[in-house]
């Protein structure tokens, strides 16, 4: 039987154009984007689940050195920006320690069994370099379960409150920079979203 990640991945796999074409917006994403080039004006930074390096868009143009990881090479094969693409998983980063000066990991962790979680943060760290900052968003709630949404598999997420995943980014040896909460709309009207978003920085 595929585990849970194994199957969000065949999800996105299956539906990587349709998925692609309904997440083509930065809008949304560009005061975090603005609060995190505070931090980290320049460098090397991984988007860590990129999945079609819709957020290149972001970094590109302001001069950053930008890598795209996915687990679904589907989707890291529509991208439309050229931009270095790598296919790998989060839990194993095919990256040698303090590769990055930073890492932008959007909507990507959430995918992530609450279990896995540490490992994951774990793999952030190695990868980054010791003054690195991390921008990391998940969604608001308090379980984690297979979601079928638009598809007809299920995509697992894991929801956290801001305690719960502000006391994993601790036991992590993260340091919490920022903490905000955004809300709006990814298909409106039906799918309202409060996003839990954190600047961090190795402890």
């Given at each position: 039987?595929?585990?849970?990640?194994?199957?969000?991945?065949?999800?996105?796999?299956?539906?990587?154009a349709?998925?692609?074409?309904?997440?083509?917006?930065?809008?949304?994403?560009?005061?975090?984007?603005?609060?995190?080039?505070?931090?980290?004006p320049?460098?090397?930074?991984?988007?860590?689940g990129?999945?079609?390096?819709?957020?290149?868009?972001?970094?590109?143009?302001?001069?950053?050195?930008?890598?795209?990881?996915?687990?679904?090479?589907?989707?890291?094969?529509?991208?439309?920006?050229?931009?270095?693409?790598?296919?790998?998983?989060i839990?194993?980063?095919?990256?040698?320690?303090q590769?990055?000066?930073?890492?932008?990991?959007?909507?990507?962790?959430?995918?992530i069994?609450?279990?896995?979680?540490?490992?994951?943060?774990?793999?952030?760290?190695?990868v980054?370099?010791?003054?690195?900052?991390y921008?990391?968003?998940?969604?608001?709630?308090?379980?984690?379960?297979?979601?079928?949404?638009?598809?007809?598999?299920?995509?697992?997420?894991?929801?956290?409150?801001?305690?719960?995943?502000?006391?994993?980014?601790?036991?992590?040896?993260?340091?919490?920079?920022?903490h905000?909460?955004a809300?709006?709309?990814?298909?409106?009207?039906?799918?309202?979203t409060v996003?839990?978003?954190?600047l961090?920085?190795?402890?």
């Amino acid at each position: 039987m595929a585990s849970l990640l194994e199957q969000t991945i065949r999800t996105y796999s299956q539906n990587a154009a349709h998925f692609a074409e309904h997440h083509t917006n930065t809008e949304n994403w560009q005061p975090m984007f603005d609060r995190f080039r505070t931090y980290l004006p320049s460098g090397r930074v991984l988007d860590l689940g990129s999945a079609h390096c819709r957020d290149g868009q972001l970094f590109v143009p302001a001069g950053y050195e930008y890598i795209a990881l996915d687990a679904c090479k589907e989707l890291l094969d529509l991208a439309t920006t050229p931009v270095q693409r790598v296919q790998g998983n989060i839990l194993s980063l095919p990256f040698a320690n303090q590769t990055f000066d930073g890492v932008w990991a959007c909507a990507s962790l959430l995918h992530i069994p609450k279990k896995d979680l540490r490992q994951s943060l774990a793999e952030i760290k190695r990868v980054s370099a010791s003054n690195s900052c991390y921008f990391i968003s998940i969604k608001a709630g308090m379980h984690e379960k297979p979601v079928r949404g638009a598809y007809a598999t299920p995509r697992f997420f894991a929801f956290y409150t801001h305690d719960e995943f502000s006391n994993q980014l601790g036991m992590a040896g993260m340091t919490i920079l920022e903490h905000y909460n955004a809300y709006f709309d990814l298909r409106p009207p039906d799918n309202f979203t409060v996003w839990l978003c954190y600047l961090c920085r190795p402890a």
